[in-house]
């Protein structure tokens, strides 16, 4: 039986036709509307976690997944993994899924230093320094490490998405949700990169399905994955109310 992380908390399996990611990438495939993408959700994607790769799963405690305090990267990946399998958004030669898997590694390491960094350094309920969620010195801590991140994330775009000046593939819309998020978090954090800026512009002006997404209010509000404060501590025991993230 695997190892679990005693930090990690249980907050349910994901319902896929509830998160936002999973709509923006429904939508971008045609499959519009509440009723109808809950439908899809429970006949295409019920066994969403099945796809998770390999490298993403608990393993043991020293396992890459031991910042997923609430275990939404995972989920979110496997999931538009899901999605990519059942409606042709996986790239079909080697080289380029591997490229899609190294981002997947780089947003699950940079989105779980964000939700460590705002739920475990930020905001420690027991601390007599840190009582309440203080964004500013999270957002600072946070850009120290989004920096090579974002180089990282360059790397792998060949412009304006991963496979270059063509559809996007599963991992673009992740990388999407990803940027969004931290940017609402942290306004203006890839604002100096040129090509992370080109990409959000080009992904949300992307003349396919996916413009009646963004036309809509659910994809001008909340998060694609986590929100920008302190959302899982409350659940934690209190002796792991402190941490802290080199």
Not at 108 to 117: D, L, P, Q
Request: proline residues 7%.
């Amino acid at each position: 039986m695997p190892s679990k992380n005693p930090e990690q908390v249980d907050t349910g399996l994901m319902e896929p036709h509830k998160s936002k990611l999973v709509k923006m990438m429904l939508t971008s495939r045609m499959q519009i509307g509440e009723e109808n993408q809950k439908i899809v959700c429970g006949l295409r994607l019920s066994n969403f976690m099945d796809h998770c790769p390999e490298w993403c799963k608990t393993k043991d405690d020293t396992s890459k997944n031991w910042m997923d305090l609430d275990n939404k990267m995972t989920e979110s990946i496997a999931v538009a993994r899901a999605i990519g399998h059942e409606w042709f958004l996986i790239p079909d030669d080697d080289a380029n899924k591997a490229k899609c898997e190294e981002m997947e590694k780089v947003l699950f390491s940079i989105m779980n230093t964000m939700v460590y960094i705002i739920n475990k350094i930020c905001f420690a309920p027991n601390s007599t320094e840190c009582k309440t969620f203080d964004a500013e010195y999270a957002r600072s801590r946070f850009l120290t490490k989004f920096e090579p991140a974002g180089k990282a994330i360059e790397d792998l775009l060949d412009g304006p998405f991963i496979m270059g000046d063509t559809l996007p593939v599963y991992a673009d819309y992740l990388l999407y949700a990803c940027l969004y998020d931290i940017n609402v978090f942290c306004p203006g954090a890839y604002d100096k990169s040129t090509k992370l800026s080109d990409f959000m512009d080009k992904f949300l002006h992307y003349p396919s399905p996916i413009r009646r997404w963004f036309r809509t209010n659910e994809a001008k509000e909340g998060e694609y994955i986590r929100p920008p404060v302190p959302h899982i501590m409350e659940l934690l025991p209190e002796e792991m109310g402190q941490g802290d993230i080199h």
